[in-house]
């Protein structure tokens, strides 16, 4: 967390309470009466003053295992008790600083740590930063799922639902049905012509869309924040830039492609006669994941999206013989880091509510990667 708190910037930022040593995956803003974060993640106290209120929120986050809490200056005197009392860390936020700085500046080192493997990441967000210069503009690069991909600088001068794009890594609903209702999608994946797309709900200004192909695939889009109309000659270099995102957005998936086959081989490998290491430390149980679903691709893509949703962001996962598996570690004690057991627990009693159909069986304890066919072979239904 000082690591974390020391590449934001001490000019803003002092780490008040260094809480539990977890790693930081996202930023996430409180909500009153809410759950207040998961484990790996900021939380935002944005509108929180008071010092009850702060010492609420603090509670919140540390039931929840959130990995930290930013507030405002000055903190109470209970506030910071309270911070070491339940365990996330405390960050104290310079005043006058303005929370959509704050997301942005967050948001930009979490996702250049975690960039993909090679240097598209990175690539992206300079892509990103030149196409804002370009626009004289706020700019993402989204994908054909309106994901975000990267985005600029300059995120001060937008607006709300920009924000909520940043913070949430994908596009409000309400926005996306403003987008439906307006033919923008439709556009997108038809033509390779500039979008203009007008003001839209809760303070959302004009965009200016620029869809990103290849080989005739929509592959993504540029978006621009057009407070003002941007002039044909820079509308025209940014169609031109898009050509290059379209190579980079190729690459990247390319990459992330070969990385989780190459990572799905060596854990099927490790499963099957424990010939191949595994990236975490032991020890660790076999679990069979299985749902409504019997398709194993649509089930791998099901729990792929719970476990990036609650925090495990490089799932050890892979299909062997028609049943999906995952291996957790289980060190013992209380602690719920993600692609653990005691995580799993967690999470499934949360997904089950909506989807029933879930269900995981763990095998017994490995502690060598020669134990996990074993492991495999034993599989006890958990939940």
Do not use: N
């Not at 803003?29 to 106290?45: F, H, N, Q």
């Not at 860390?89 to 967050?106: F, G, K, N």
Request: glycine share 8%; charged share 20%.
């Amino acid at each position: 967390m000082t690591d974390f708190v020391d590449s934001l910037g001490p000019g803003l930022f002092r780490l008040v309470a260094a809480g539990r040593d977890a790693q930081v995956h996202d930023v996430v803003l409180a909500e009153p009466d809410e759950a207040a974060g998961r484990p790996g993640e900021i939380v935002l106290g944005a509108g929180v003053t008071a010092a009850p209120d702060a010492v609420a929120l603090l509670e919140r986050a540390g039931a929840a295992g959130a990995s930290g809490v930013v507030l405002k200056a000055p903190l109470a005197p209970e506030v910071v008790a309270a911070a070491e009392r339940l365990g996330p860390a405390l960050i104290e936020l310079q005043p006058e600083t303005s929370w959509t700085h704050v997301i942005w500046l967050v948001r930009a080192a979490i996702d250049h740590a975690h960039a993909p493997p090679g240097e598209s990441g990175d690539d992206l967000f300079a892509l990103a930063d030149a196409a804002a210069e370009i626009a004289d503009a706020p700019v993402t690069l989204e994908d054909a799922r309106s994901r975000v991909l990267a985005y600029s600088g300059l995120q001060d001068s937008t607006d709300p639902a920009r924000v909520s794009t940043i913070v949430g890594r994908r596009v409000p609903p309400q926005v996306i049905a403003h987008l439906r209702a307006c033919g923008v999608f439709r556009r997108l994946a038809r033509s390779s012509d500039p979008v203009l797309v007008p003001a839209g709900p809760d303070g959302m200004l004009p965009r200016l869309v620029i869809p990103v192909r290849a080989g005739g695939e929509w592959l993504g889009s540029i978006w621009a924040v057009a407070r003002t109309p941007i002039p044909p000659d820079r509308v025209q270099r940014l169609t031109d830039l898009a050509s290059i995102v379209a190579l980079h957005l190729l690459r990247l998936r390319a990459e992330t492609g070969v990385a989780r086959r190459a990572s799905a081989d060596q854990l099927r490998a490790a499963l099957r006669d424990g010939s191949a290491p595994v990236p975490v430390r032991p020890p660790w149980r076999v679990v069979a994941l299985g749902g409504e679903t019997g398709d194993p691709r649509r089930r791998l893509d099901l729990w792929e999206a719970i476990t990036h949703r609650f925090g495990w962001h490089r799932p050890l996962l892979t299909d062997l013989d028609g049943t999906l598996y995952a291996v957790l570690t289980d060190p013992g004690g209380p602690g719920r880091d993600a692609g653990s057991m005691p995580w799993l627990d967690h999470i499934l009693s949360r997904v089950r509510s909506h989807d029933p159909a879930l269900y995981a069986a763990a095998g017994g304890l490995a502690h060598t990667p020669a134990d996990l066919p074993r492991s495999r072979s034993c599989l006890l239904y958990t939940s």
